[in-house]
């Protein structure tokens, strides 16, 4: 709930910043040509400082994995809200001389302008990089594809001119059309892709960022939040209420866009999230009436070792991984010699397999009758039951009771 909480508030001091903007157009302190201007400063300054500044909040070891599946996810969404804009559009049934324009509108997601800011300020600047790397795929496509289709359209609309006005006979080629298109290094070429290639690179090679200029580059990246609400603002102030309501298509349009594209990227987040439960902090109560607490994570970096801590009234212990840091009690400590089974906290590669050749010996040495299982079903079933009872427990919001 706090987490909740906390982007709503970012997310009502970002409104606040919109009607900030609305106020300060219809004062005319802030007209078109300023806002075309701080358009470029945004798209072309802030924004990249600001994907630049966030290398300092982001290890390359936590993010290198996601990489691959954050570049997917936006060719993935890309495809998806072209399918989803051409459906709506033919359900619609969208005239011919603006069906493109319904088509790139449904496209064209203004992740760069006004998303990342958004996404930043309310999920924090670790988020960045990747939200950036999804805005470069997308804007691949968009500045190739997208920008092909308004130009075949023209072509396409000229032809029906010419047609009308000549009483030609000719038929239109969309192959010819397409193959006349020209695009250019500047179509796939941006600042923010540059920006968050460069971040990248100062990540994957660990270069440090001297103190001075990062703090020139955060501080600059910091006002791409406040410059896009204020612009907001002001494209706000001059909608014509009366003529947009008139125009019912473009609300159903962008209602069909945000529900389905909103559950689309729900679908192929399906695929990329599996856990139910990354972090658990549970309390347990024991039948004698001993507390303890369980605390669990697959997204701590960079991973510390399992730990065991048992404090009662008579003395303590504390154990890490296959070390004792602390006894403290009046029992002597007698510790067997041995090989360690080792942890793998920060490094899968590194989990031992001196664990399991113990579990497969004491196995044979039971099916032989020379020795009892040191772990038997029931003892094995035991911490599973409790596991099981963490995850209905965050999932119904009640306590939950194992029967012995």
């Not at 397409?178 to 971040?199: D, E, H, M, W, Y």
């Not at 729900?266 to 004698?288: G, H, K, M, T």
């Not at 001993?290 to 504390?318: H, M, N, Q, W």
Request: hydrophobic fraction near 50%; aromatic fraction near 10%; charge should be neutral.
């Amino acid at each position: 709930m706090e987490g909740i909480s906390a982007g709503i508030s970012q997310i009502l001091i970002l409104a606040i910043v919109v009607v900030l903007g609305f106020i300060l157009s219809k004062l005319s302190y802030l007209d078109e040509h300023t806002s075309n201007k701080l358009v470029g400063i945004l798209v072309n300054v802030t924004l990249p400082c600001m994907i630049i500044a966030s290398t300092s909040s982001v290890d390359f070891q936590q993010i290198s994995a996601q990489i691959p599946i954050v570049c997917g996810l936006g060719v993935l969404l890309f495809v998806a809200m072209a399918l989803i804009s051409i459906a709506a559009c033919l359900c619609l049934r969208v005239s011919a001389h603006t069906f493109s324009c319904f088509i790139f509108s449904g496209i064209c997601t203004q992740t760069a302008f006004i998303g990342v800011p958004v996404i930043a300020a309310v999920l924090g600047e670790n988020t960045i990089i990747l939200t950036s790397l999804i805005v470069a795929v997308i804007n691949v496509f968009l500045f190739s594809f997208g920008v092909a289709m308004l130009a075949v359209d023209q072509q396409l609309r000229e032809f029906r001119e010419a047609k009308t006005t000549q009483n030609e006979s000719e038929s239109f080629s969309f192959v010819n059309a397409f193959s006349r298109v020209k695009l250019t290094r500047r179509n796939f070429v941006n600042p923010a892709l540059v920006a968050a290639l460069a971040a990248l690179a100062l990540l994957f090679f660990q270069i440090p960022m001297p103190y001075v200029l990062g703090s020139a580059f955060d501080m600059v990246g910091s006002l791409t939040a406040p410059i896009s609400m204020l612009v907001i603002g002001f494209y706000v102030s001059r909608m014509k209420i009366k003529e947009a309501c008139s125009q019912w298509r473009v609300f159903v349009f962008g209602f069909i866009r945000f529900f389905l594209g909103s559950l689309a990227l729900f679908y192929l987040l399906s695929f990329f999230i599996s856990d139910e439960l990354v972090v658990a902090i549970a309390v347990l109560e024991f039948a004698n009436g001993a507390l303890g607490t369980l605390e669990a994570s697959t997204t701590c970096f960079p991973g510390y070792p399992r730990r065991l801590e048992i404090c009662g009234d008579k003395g303590s212990a504390v154990l890490s991984e296959d070390t004792v840091e602390r006894w403290d009690l009046s029992i002597p400590l007698q510790l067997e010699t041995g090989t360690a089974v080792g942890g793998a906290a920060s490094d899968p590669k590194a989990i031992s397999c001196e664990g399991h050749r113990r579990q497969l010996e004491n196995l044979v040495g039971a099916i032989e009758g020379r020795e009892a299982l040191m772990v038997d079903a029931a003892e094995g079933r035991k911490p599973l039951e409790i596991i099981l009872a963490v995850y209905q427990s965050a999932r119904e919001g009640r306590r939950v009771a194992l029967i012995p």
